[in-house]
T-cell receptor, first 115, second 111 residues
Framework: KAGVTQTPRYLIKTRGQQVTLSCSPI?????VSWYQQTPGQGLQFLFE???????NKGNFPGRFSGRQFSNSRSEMNVSTLELGDSALYLC??????????????FGSGTRLTVV | GESVGLHLPTLSVQEGDNSIINCAYS??????FIWYKQESGKGPQFIID?????DKRQGQRVTVLLNKTVKHLSLQIAATQPGDSAVYFC??????????FGKGTRLSVIA
């Protein structure tokens, strides 16, 4: 079966712009979680969506938002980009969420560079 | 490829030797633990998991050990191969909340 698909793979934006990243989970998976990965902080949890509802949220400013559609596809948006937002953004899908039962299946990520 | 972590602890091992990667977790309420492997340009991939009612679990060439007394996990890789070179993360599941990941260890296999 197809894995988790994240688009685009690479993105370059300038400070102040906004960006939208997309994630298509594994078919049948209802939970999508987003993580930010940076060299200094490792994997930091952003938010989790389950059946179109945000179920958990990490400690990130309100500039970071997301949503999930009825087909379980998810998008995350970052507004008013800052240099510090440069990171690898990873999406992970699971059947039930919260990392249970073999955890998540991750996509390859979107590398965002803010200049 | 992606630069996953410029400041990660690094473990260098000779090809064919065994590798041991350690991880300290933080939440004594965590009841489920997972090891992930992340290769350059890819997202983390599941390796092996263990529940808190177990001390040890074995997979193909990998073994995870759990010591709940000192909140410590280890991943042992037998007969390490060049393809094992990657960054390894442990993750804990503190109940009905998202996975919490450790900082990661870079494994470098010397051929």
């Amino acid at each position: 079966k197809a894995g988790v698909t994240q688009t685009p793979r690479y993105l370059i934006k300038t400070r102040g712009q906004q960006v939208t990243l997309s994630c298509s989970p594994i078919s049948g998976h209802r939970s999508v979680s987003w993580y930010q990965q940076t060299p200094g902080q490792g994997l930091q949890f952003l938010f989790e969506y389950f059946s179109e509802t945000q179920r958990n949220k990490g400690n990130f400013p309100g500039r970071f938002s997301g949503r999930q559609f009825s087909n379980s596809r998810s998008e995350m948006n970052v507004s008013t980009l800052e240099l510090g937002d440069s990171a690898l953004y990873l999406c992970a899908s699971s059947f039930s969420g919260t990392g249970g039962a073999r955890g998540y299946t991750f996509g390859s990520g979107t590398r965002l560079t803010v200049v | 490829g992606e630069s996953v972590g410029l400041h990660l602890p690094t473990l260098s091992v000779q090809e064919g030797d065994n590798s041991i990667i350690n991880c300290a977790y933080s939440n004594s309420a965590s009841d489920y633990f997972i090891w992930y492997k992340q290769e350059s340009g890819k997202g983390p991939q599941f390796i092996i998991d263990i529940r808190s009612n177990m001390d040890k679990r074995q997979g193909q060439r990998v073994t995870v050990l759990l010591n709940k007394t000192v909140k410590h996990l280890s991943l042992q890789i037998a007969a390490t191969q060049p393809g094992d070179s990657a960054v390894y993360f442990c993750a804990e599941n503190p109940g009905n909340t998202p996975l919490v990941f450790g900082k990661g260890t870079r494994l470098s296999v010397i051929a």
